[in-house]
Nanobody, 126 residues
Framework: QVQLVESGGGSVQAGGSLRLSCAAS????????IGWFRQAPGKERSGVAT?????????YYADSVKGRFTISQDNTKNTVYLQMNSLKPEDTAMYYC??????????????????WGQGTQVTVSS
């Protein structure tokens, strides 16, 4: 069983930055996808960024965050990060970390993931 714990959320003004962390415990063998999803009130949960780790690493981003957000991982700490820069009010949402060991998936589709964290709130004020 994989457990995911998010941290790093908070409140920030537009243009500011935050770094989210997702600490994974349990058995997470490569290959895997670990990604960030977000859900704003009244909206569906959507993919933000995902990292695929195998013998190589690939990253995937939603168009709305390309150039502003960066996903990375520290294998020594079993932690995945989401660096969020140039934040906008529309980035306000609950952010969730998710993981899967399935392959050949659409990496930004939430239904592909079976392990989820509890979420961390990000609020961006104008």
């Amino acid at each position: 069983q994989v457990q995911l714990v998010e941290s790093g959320g908070g409140s920030v003004q537009a243009g500011g930055s935050l770094r989210l962390s997702c600490a994974a415990s349990g058995y997470v063998a490569r290959p895997y996808f670990i990604g960030w999803f977000r859900q704003a009130p009244g909206k569906e949960r959507s993919g933000v960024a995902t990292i695929y780790s195998s013998t190589y690493t690939s990253t995937y981003y939603a168009d709305s965050v390309k150039g502003r957000f960066t996903i990375s991982q520290d294998n020594t700490k079993n932690t995945v990060y989401l660096q969020m820069n140039s934040l906008k009010p529309e980035d306000t949402a609950m952010y969730y970390c998710a993981a899967t060991q399935r392959w050949n998936i659409d990496p930004l589709v939430q239904a592909e993931y079976e392990y989820w964290g509890q979420g961390t709130q990000v609020t961006v004020s104008s």
